[in-house]
């Protein structure tokens, strides 16, 4: 984790989310976005859940990334008690393999919004750079991250045209 004040919250409703959740975090550390990361649980620490989102917005965060599964309501129910952007990412569950986690974190009534990302590795992964997107607003070195990251994916395409495994 980086030594500045965190300016991303990287949240997970389980230990069990992270090997998930692990993208959005490698790619915030990529951009050298400072950010924290912890398990918050809507179902389990519902107490938690709201002293960590009254508090996230006065501590500095800027963007809140908020991962679950199943009856993912962690990503609603933070955005419900923060001014701040919250991106849901849905865990894929084993019953439903995420599906029921996208519909509960994209569902949200009108009014309170959650930016839902993609079902699994992808959708932390974007999360993540979404984040630092929204960091690099008012951040010239993250925003410069984010270019650079992005120059050097095309770059990788336009190097490797051959679709055949090496
Ligand atoms: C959700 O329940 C978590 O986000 C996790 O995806 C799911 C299962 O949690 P565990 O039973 O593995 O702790 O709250």
Redesign the pocket.
Known sequence: MSNSAPKVGVI??????WPVMEHAVAMLERLGVPYETRVV???RTPDLLFDYAKSAAERGLQVIVA????A?H?PGMVASQTPLPVLGVP?E?KALKGLD?LLSIAQMPGGIAVGTLAIGKAGATNAGLLAAQIVGLQDAAVREAVETFRAEQTQTVLDNPDPRPD
């Open positions: 997970m409703g389980s230990k069990s989310d649980s809507a179902h991962g679950a599964g199943g993912a962690l865990v569950s986690s």
